[in-house]
């Protein structure tokens, strides 16, 4: 999947629903890589704030919408539009506005929707990027959650639960993509009960507000409109949470299920989902292939499939690779190594952990040097029966075999030994988790 933005620049108008202002917008297309990017064309030097979750502004300053900011200018009540974003698979935009709210339009995500499609939607060179949820993540905070358990594709599943007549229990569940969006989501309405409305002007808010844009329930119905959805409430919750998670700067797959939240807690779990991803990629060594012409590696083909460097480069040489099936590699212990300096002073002998990841180091030559696991990362997972029958000390020669017990497109199983003139000094079955980058 290609990442995407508009085609052509176009603009829109309209009043915010809390600041009451009139604002003027104007989209225009931007370079992959870029990002949601507001521009603050109303101030001076026209200063630009990214729309990330890293410059969300506290909810106890920004509540009851989603706001970004960057210490010098802020824009208020985005996640309409960053659903209908997210929706139509626009990775990359820049949006100018002359006030610090967006347009509320209807209430709904429907009108940016419809201008962003009149602008036109064009794909670019650069690859898309999702993340593939690995492990539930959840957040739960006063009879609220929001869980995320692994999928292929991506779902939303909604409970909605407020101490309201007509809202006592509202479940709604999709399978979402951008039909699915416009159809059954997109135009739900944001909304509000009557006995909160003279709070909320009181503090400041819901002043462009108006029974045709928000939807307000009193306790005998809606008041002044009619429904679009019979489950339009909980429809708007699922719009409201799919703009929220666009501020991850990237799509994910996943099964979301949420239980009476909001904004707050929306926040709360992208940072969860975010926390997940890093962590993720902090490890693991990518897959790179390297041509030699010949079964024997050096130190320089070594190095270019994996990330090790001096001290923790424990193979000088592959004399033996038979794709797929064996590797034997070879590390000469010298008086030199730094590892001596604190390990048995005056008696060195080499760390046996350090000879296991010797020959990890070579099962991951073996396996990383694939075409067929181009793209993909390897995980050191699992260590079984592991045995150290001898010392090595400096003046040895390693010999560090590995065989190949399972290799799949998701795992890879072996079976390792290292040799000191013949003899076996230790050995281990060691696994590795295989995952696309």
């Known amino acids: 999947m290609q990442q995407k933005t508009i085609k052509k620049p176009i603009e829109l108008s309209g009043t915010g629903l809390h600041t009451g202002a009139e604002v003027r917008m104007k989209f225009k297309p931007a370079p992959t890589n870029t990002g949601v990017n507001f521009i603050r064309v109303d101030v001076k030097d026209s200063p630009m704030v990214k729309a990330s979750m890293f410059h969300v502004l506290d909810q106890d300053k920004s509540p009851r919408r989603t706001s970004v900011g960057n210490g010098s200018v802020e824009v208020h009540t985005i996640e309409h539009l960053m659903a209908a974003l997210w929706a139509l698979g626009i990775d990359n935009i820049i949006v100018e506005v002359d006030s610090s709210e967006l347009p509320g339009l209807d209430g709904s995500a429907m009108g940016f929707i419809d201008i962003l499609k009149k602008a036109g939607i064009e794909n670019q060179v650069a ?9 539930p993540v959840w957040v739960e905070q006063d ?32 399978d979402i993509d951008e039909n699915t969006f416009e159809k059954e989501i997109a135009s739900s309405r944001t909304f509000c009960l009557e006995m909160e409305v003279d709070d909320l002007r009181k503090k400041g808010l819901g002043k462009g507000a108006n029974y045709e844009n928000t939807i307000v329930v009193g306790q005998n119905g809606v008041i002044d409109n009619d429904l679009r959805f019979d489950d339009e409430f909980a429809r708007h919750k699922i719009l409201d949470l799919l ?11 996943g099964h979301i299920i949420a239980v009476r939240s909001g904004h707050p807690l929306n926040i709360r779990l992208i ?19 390297v041509e030699t012409g010949s079964n024997v590696l050096d130190s320089s083909d070594i190095q270019k499939i994996l990330p090790h460097r001096y001290p923790f480069l424990f ?21 030199d190594e730094y590892f001596f300096r604190g390990h048995f002073p005056g008696r060195p002998v080499m760390p046996g952990v350090l000879i296991v ?31 150290f ?31 000191v003139d013949g003899q076996v000094v230790s050995e281990a079955n060691l696994m590795f988790a295989l995952v696309d980058a």
């Open 315 to 335: 193979v000088d040489k592959i004399i033996e690779l038979e794709q797929g099936k064996r590797a034997v590699g070879i590390k000469n212990v010298t008086t």
């Open 357 to 387: 990841e010797a020959l990890a180091q070579v099962a991951g030559v073996l396996m990383l040097n694939r075409k067929e696991n181009l793209g993909k990362i390897a995980y050191f997972v699992s260590l079984d029966s592991a045995r």
């Open 143 to 174: 009879g609220a959650m929001i869980m995320v358990l692994p999928d292929n594709e991506f779902r939303v599943s909604y409970t909605l639960n407020y101490d309201h007549p007509l809202l006592k229990a509202q479940y709604a569940s999709f």
């Open 271 to 289: 940072d969860k989902i975010n926390i997940q991803k890093q962590r993720l990629q902090a490890g693991g060594i990518k897959a790179v292939h």
């Open 243 to 253: 703009g929220d998670l666009y501020l991850l700067g990237y799509g994910i797959k």
């Open 127 to 135: 690859s898309k990027k999702i993340y593939q949820v690995r492990s």
């Open 389 to 419: 029958r001898k010392t090595v000390v400096p003046g040895d020669q390693l010999r560090l075999e590995v065989d190949v017990i399972k290799l799949r497109s998701k795992t890879g199983q072996v079976r390792t030994r290292a040799l």
